[in-house]
């Protein structure tokens, strides 16, 4: 067990960039995050819409066709399960199913998501993105890409605590990737334990992401498959500047790394390193 959760991605989609749709069928979804909870992943986060580059909104009921079988076939297997959604009504019927947790790359836009987390008093997440997944790597700009994304994460953190929902359970990410050129991923990478600093824990999402490919391509981005062991290194840094949750596709990679990423840096908790 380490202090970092690891939190395994489940895309129940046909479309999204990494997997290409491999667990869209119910069966096969719920067959691998059982299998991610093998290989070490504290949470499930299961998605039913792509917000990869491009990616366009689907209707709220195909969204809840494809998500609730399978939040309900992990519940009834005792996973704790995140729902990636953006939606209030999907949001509210996978917390009834069971699940424990909702991560909105919109920050909590819809206001019935919000009242959906602040009747449940369940962990969320909330991200930041610049735009919307269809436009948001057009042409990110900003004046200050932490200080604004800071700002962001803060005052959606502060509304939701609000709510009743407990500090602890109110998870900031900085969107690793949603509106962002690869200096603007690296700059928030780097302010980790800025944003750590005000008592909301950290998700960081790097796994396989396009920065992690063109810093690594010469004239053309490397491709997913080449883009394991970097992705493996933004994760153990992240760790190791004070991020307390890692969402990734590669769970057993990601777990191990974090295994002996804390045997050296120590658990923040007690202190100490774990091979003593």
């Not at 780097?190 to 960081?204: T, Y």
Request: aromatic fraction near 4%.
């Amino acid at each position: 067990m380490t202090s970092v959760k690891i939190m395994g991605v489940l895309n129940v989609t046909p479309d999204s960039f990494s997997d290409g749709g491999r667990f869209f069928a119910t069966n096969r979804a719920i067959d691998h995050g059982l299998r991610m909870v093998h290989d070490g992943a504290d949470i499930v986060d299961v998605g039913g819409e792509s917000t990869r580059p491009g990616s366009l909104p689907i209707p709220v009921e195909e969204e809840v066709r494809r998500v609730v079988p399978v939040v309900t076939a992990l519940v009834d297997r005792d996973v704790f399960v995140s729902v990636d959604t953006s939606k209030g009504r999907v949001a509210r019927e996978c917390l009834v199913a069971g699940a424990q947790m909702i991560n909105d790359v919109t920050g909590i836009s819809d206001p019935a998501l919000l009242e959906a987390v602040a009747d449940f008093k369940c962990d969320v997440c909330i991200m930041h993105m610049q735009g919307t997944p269809l436009t948001m790597q057009a042409n990110p700009s900003y004046s200050d890409v932490v200080a604004e994304v800071e700002a962001y994460l803060l005052e959606r953190a502060e509304l939701i605590a609000a709510q009743g929902v407990p500090v602890d359970k109110v998870w900031i990410d900085p969107g690793i990737g949603f509106g962002k050129t690869v200096d603007h991923n690296l700059a928030l990478l780097r302010a980790i334990p800025r944003l750590a600093s005000h008592g909301f824990p950290v998700l960081i999402g790097a796994s396989r992401k396009g920065f992690i490919g063109r810093l690594l391509g010469n004239s053309h981005p490397a491709p997913l498959e080449n883009r394991e062991e970097a992705t493996i290194a933004v994760q153990v840094l992240a760790q190791s500047l004070g991020a307390k949750m890692i969402r990734t596709h590669n769970v057993i990679g990601a777990k191990r790394a974090a295994t002996l990423a804390e045997a050296i840096l120590g658990d923040p908790e007690s202190g100490k390193g774990q091979l003593r």
